[in-house]
């Protein structure tokens, strides 16, 4: 399969777990990969670029943008927090992301979206992506945010955008909501090659998960896109348990899907 069909890609967030993890992968997916942070994370290597920007920084965000076909939105602040901060990188900062990508003429975004826009739904519950978002937290709120200001720049301008509700994406599951949640770093790139590649993304949401044995979320609605997840939570299973102990079902944060961000807070 030819996965390499832009020349220039944009990876914000690009200092992050999920920025470094996708750095060496997503060079197969197109010619120069142009890298993105608001902090420093070292010079560019052979086919990269490196523009420093902060997503709140309407002008920094414009130059960060011009000049490549796609772009895999990663930054941001990525947990529950502070209002403030929220607001600058995943409300204000999505608003200058698009508005970026409007005026330099690009057709295709991947938003990393998360499972907290849906978080106070039930673990005892599967969802559609056609479920009403739930958020859980006003970082969940961030991130339903940034779904519908896509869905808006798709209706009015015809940009594509997958937004992608990522799950736990770290090398193993870290405890036993993440055997449900876990999307490996493979199968992120599988998934994020997969909404660069197909040919009519439209305005997609999709969870972002590997393929686990138990799961809370039917992605039937995004097969256009092609993804199939190569790897599973179940391999660590055993050894998950063994570490940790019996959950609490009294507990909201083993009730609701978003664990531990149903009760974050508040912050201010
Ligand atoms: P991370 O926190 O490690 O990385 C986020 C990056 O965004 C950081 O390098 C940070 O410097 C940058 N950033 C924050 N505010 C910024 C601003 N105002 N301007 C420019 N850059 C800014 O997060 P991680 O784990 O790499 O996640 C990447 C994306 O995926 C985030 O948007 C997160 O919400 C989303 N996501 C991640 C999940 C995971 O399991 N890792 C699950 C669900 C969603
Ligand atoms: C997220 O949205 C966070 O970015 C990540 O750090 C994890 O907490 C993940 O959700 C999760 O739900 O496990």
Not at 163 to 177: A, Q, T, V, W, Y
Not at 239 to 264: E, I, W
């Amino acid at each position: 399969m030819t996965i390499k069909v832009h020349h220039k890609l944009l990876l914000t967030g690009a200092a992050g777990g999920l920025g470094q993890a996708l750095r060496e992968r997503l060079k197969a997916n197109c010619d120069v990969l142009r890298l993105s942070d608001r902090v420093r994370f070292g010079e560019a290597g052979a086919h990269e670029e490196v523009v420093l920007a902060d997503l709140s920084d309407a002008d920094a965000v414009s130059a960060m943008v011009q000049g490549v076909d796609a772009i895999v939105h990663l930054g941001g602040v990525s947990v529950e927090g502070p209002f403030g901060p929220i607001l600058q990188a995943n409300i204000l900062g999505v608003y200058n992301l698009y508005e970026a990508a409007r005026k330099h003429g690009v057709k295709r975004v991947v938003f990393a979206s998360s499972n907290h826009v849906t978080g106070f739904y039930r673990q005892s519950q599967t969802i559609t992506t056609h479920e009403p978002a739930r958020p859980d937290s006003l970082y969940g709120v961030s991130k339903a945010f940034g779904e519908d200001l896509s869905r808006f720049y798709f209706d009015r301008y015809a940009i594509e955008t997958a937004c992608l509700r990522i799950g736990s994406s770290f090398p193993e599951p870290r405890d036993r909501r993440m055997l449900a949640t876990w999307l490996s770093f493979e199968d992120l790139h599988r998934l994020i090659t997969a909404c660069l590649t197909t040919p009519v993304l439209g305005h997609s949401i999709i969870f972002g998960m590997s393929d686990n044995a138990v799961t809370w979320w039917d992605n039937a609605q995004a097969r256009h896109v092609g993804y199939v997840p190569q790897d599973s939570s179940d391999v660590f299973r055993e050894a998950v348990y063994a570490r940790t102990l019996a959950p609490d079902l009294s507990d909201a944060a083993v009730q609701f899907q978003g664990g531990g961000f149903v009760k974050a807070g508040p912050f201010e």
